[in-house]
């Protein structure tokens, strides 16, 4: 069994609810596809930070450091695409946690860099890790939203 310790800080919760998104409910759907992912008998705790970053419009994951940034500086959009755009970000990050921690994913494998993420270049957009954290993302968020909203 895997067991996350989340810890949204007080502007993450702020930009879920606005979003009319439930912290309880992510967190235990989260945890859901987590063991679903990992069947272990073997307990595994993590603690998984998750904040917001007001100057960025994308995501990030701290590989190492257990923590996911979401950017808040999104353009003007209605509520329902900024609570798809926000959970999307979410599980893309959250699969990056999972490389990281369950599949034990070398940092150095993700081989891009900054200025390939923000360009989207080929590096970055081709990279295998990347193209399964979009699959996760696409998968998970559609069955989020069907579920809950």
Same mark, same amino acid.
């Given at each position: 069994?895997?067991?996350?310790?989340?810890?949204?800080?007080?502007?993450?919760? @702020?930009?879920?609810?606005?979003?009319?998104?439930?912290?309880?409910?992510?967190?235990?759907?989260?945890?859901?596809?987590?063991? @679903?992912?990992?069947?272990?008998?073997? *307990?595994? *705790? =993590?603690?998984? #930070?998750?904040?917001?970053?007001?100057?960025? #419009?994308?995501?990030?994951?701290?590989?190492? +450091?257990?923590?996911?940034?979401?950017g808040?500086?999104?353009?003007?959009?209605?509520?329902?695409?900024?609570?798809?755009?926000?959970?999307?970000?979410?599980?893309?990050?959250?699969?990056?946690?999972?490389?990281d921690?369950?599949?034990?994913?070398? +940092?150095?494998?993700?081989? =891009?860099?900054?200025?390939d993420?923000?360009?989207?270049?080929?590096?970055? =957009?081709?990279?295998?890790?990347?193209?399964q954290?979009?699959?996760?993302?696409?998968? =998970? #968020?559609?069955?989020y939203?069907?579920?809950f909203?």
């Amino acid at each position: 069994m895997i067991i996350i310790n989340y810890n949204f800080d007080k502007r993450a919760k @702020e930009l879920f609810k606005s979003v009319d998104v439930d912290i309880k409910k992510i967190e235990n759907f989260s945890s859901f596809i987590i063991n @679903e992912y990992k069947n272990t008998r073997k *307990v595994w *705790v =993590y603690d998984l #930070s998750v904040k917001t970053d007001s100057n960025c #419009s994308g995501g990030s994951y701290f590989f190492g +450091e257990n923590k996911i940034e979401i950017g808040t500086k999104l353009s003007k959009r209605s509520k329902k695409n900024k609570r798809k755009w926000t959970i999307g970000t979410y599980f893309h990050e959250l699969c990056h946690f999972i490389q990281d921690n369950i599949d034990n994913i070398s +940092e150095r494998k993700i081989a =891009y860099s900054d200025k390939d993420v923000e360009e989207c270049n080929d590096t970055y =957009y081709n990279n295998v890790y990347e193209i399964q954290a979009r699959k996760f993302e696409d998968k =998970y #968020s559609k069955i989020y939203l069907e579920l809950f909203h």
